[in-house]
């Protein structure tokens, strides 16, 4: 079961747009989550302003502030703030802000921590997911395990079974000579994962210059 976020702005907000960053439709790597998880008095806080604008256009709000995401704020507080800051360290800076896409397994805002089964999935995001992700503009796709079994499990997504290729420590699930669909670590993680993260930012960074 999941809590939708009691803001109605941030509803309306994913109901105009389900992702955050650059349009999946058109970005190069696209970061697939389990759901855009917020402080749930996000909108007495002072980035809420900016919070609104960065939903608007993503892009431009990293090219203002200089940081991807409103989490990253010094004035934020709440959850996804380390899911950022581990994100950050992979090396994307503004200059690529057209180029990166997060979208969620979950079509509407959350709040508070959930569990996602599949029955919590909205059929027609799924769908719009399956060609973000198969059959999108994205070059590089990354998942992390949890997303992965969620999509397994609808039945909808049969390609993303693990394979023998890797990028550094990163599995490739899916290479359909046009785009890779790569599983990593949950950018939440943190204490006994570090050096895992520390790889596949590593990895990841590697493809910012040969794309």
Not at 56 to 81: K, S
């Amino acid at each position: 079961m999941y809590q939708t976020h009691p803001s109605a702005q941030l509803c309306e907000l994913f109901k105009a747009k389900p992702w955050q960053g650059a349009n999946p439709w058109q970005a190069e790597f696209l970061f697939v989550g389990l759901d855009a998880n917020y402080a749930a008095d996000v909108e007495a806080q002072p980035i809420f302003d900016a919070l609104l604008r960065y939903h608007e256009d993503g892009p431009a709000f990293w090219r203002v502030h200089g940081v991807h995401h409103p989490f990253l704020l010094p004035a934020y507080r709440g959850d996804g703030r380390r899911y950022h800051r581990t994100f950050a360290k992979i090396g994307f800076t503004a200059q690529h802000a057209e180029r990166v896409s997060f979208v969620e397994l979950m079509h509407l805002p959350t709040v508070g921590r959930n569990v996602l089964h599949v029955s919590d999935l909205d059929t027609m995001h799924l769908q719009r997911l399956r060609e973000m992700i198969l059959h999108g503009q994205a070059r590089h796709v990354f998942l992390p395990a949890g997303v992965q079994r969620l999509l397994m499990a609808t039945g909808t997504f049969p390609q993303l079974r693990p394979s023998t290729m890797t990028l550094g420590t990163l599995p490739v699930l899916h290479d359909d000579g046009q785009r890779r669909v790569y599983r990593h670590l949950h950018f939440s993680n943190y204490g006994k994962f570090e050096a895992q993260l520390r790889a596949e930012a590593e990895a990841i960074r590697a493809l910012i210059g040969a794309t």
